[in-house]
């Protein structure tokens, strides 16, 4: 039997073509890929910036089980399910704390590794699914709601250094894409005040149209952003400081406008041909600041994202924004790209 792939041929072209439906092992998954999303990780993939090893990629995946293998009990067909991305060594110290996405060993992941969504079928290989890495969604959930799953782990992990603060505290996201919303999202679930900040105006409005939960808007483009955050900080400086975008400027001011004791998240990764920038080590130093990366996610985030969904606390419709099928991929990549467009999450339907 046959099914429709997207593959990447070469860096900016994919091809649609009819390939051989994968078989299911005896320690393996098959899913019917309902919905993937796409990602600025997916555009950096398209443009040959970040390599992969699979020829499909894509890895904010939904579906449905369609076959299990013969030694797997706790999954049935028809279950309806989101794939964590991340694929664990399952034998060092993180693995075993549930910790996979800081594996020692370096960890695999599925659209880069292991064949992704891009396509009308998958399969999860046995160390995929021996980790636990098809998680089970509610019946009303739908497919295109649960691809923000990932994305929205990713950002809780973000999270998961930081101190327990008392409600009020002031947060400064810094970056208007999906991540930087989400971010706010869930800040407001913290309890946070929460100041977005952005250099293009038009996503600033998109923020304020479809709803975000902002208290202040910041335009970059017009206000110096150190300066607007401790006006409204009553110069104190915001409590938590996320660099949703990549910009060795964004992690420098950071430091300038966190308060004492803050939690700065370099959220965004940099050029991996230029990473190295110049802070002011001396604001760490005497305002015991608290500097944290952050890298994907592991299970117990996604269950806390999909209850976070599922439930209502976040609502993830409004930013579901433009949906394509399989053989259009490369223009959704091009909507995802084109700021003019309003995109916030581009959906791949390999069904449609």
Known sequence: MKMKAAILAKPGHFEIREIDKPKCGPDEILIKVKACAVCGTDLRIFCGQKKIEVPITGHEISGVIEEVGK???EYSVGDKIVVETVVGCG??????????????????????????????YLVLPKPAVKQGCIIKIPEHLSFEEATVVEPLSCVING?????NRPKGFTTVIIGAGIIGMLHVEYAKQKGAKVILANRSPSRLLLAQKIGLPVDSYVDTSVYNLVEKVKELTGKIGADVVICAASSKDIQR???????????????????KDDPYTSIDTNLIHYNELHIHGANASN????????????????????????RFPLEKIEEAINVLENREMNAIKVIIDPWL
């Open 71 to 73: 030694n797997i009990k």
């Open 91 to 120: 034998e060092c110290d993180a693995c075993k704390k549930g910790e996979e996405n800081r594996c020692r060993r370096k960890y695999k992941a599925v659209g880069y590794q292991f064949n992704g969504g891009f396509a009308q």
């Open 159 to 163: 999270w998961a250094p930081f101190k």
């Open 253 to 271: 001011e950071a430091l300038n406008m966190a308060a004492v004791d803050a939690d700065i998240s370099f959220f965004a990764g940099g050029s």
């Open 299 to 322: 299970k117990a985030q996604y269950l806390e994202a999909v209850n976070l969904i599922s439930s209502g606390r976040i609502n993830v419709k409004k930013f579901i924004t433009h």
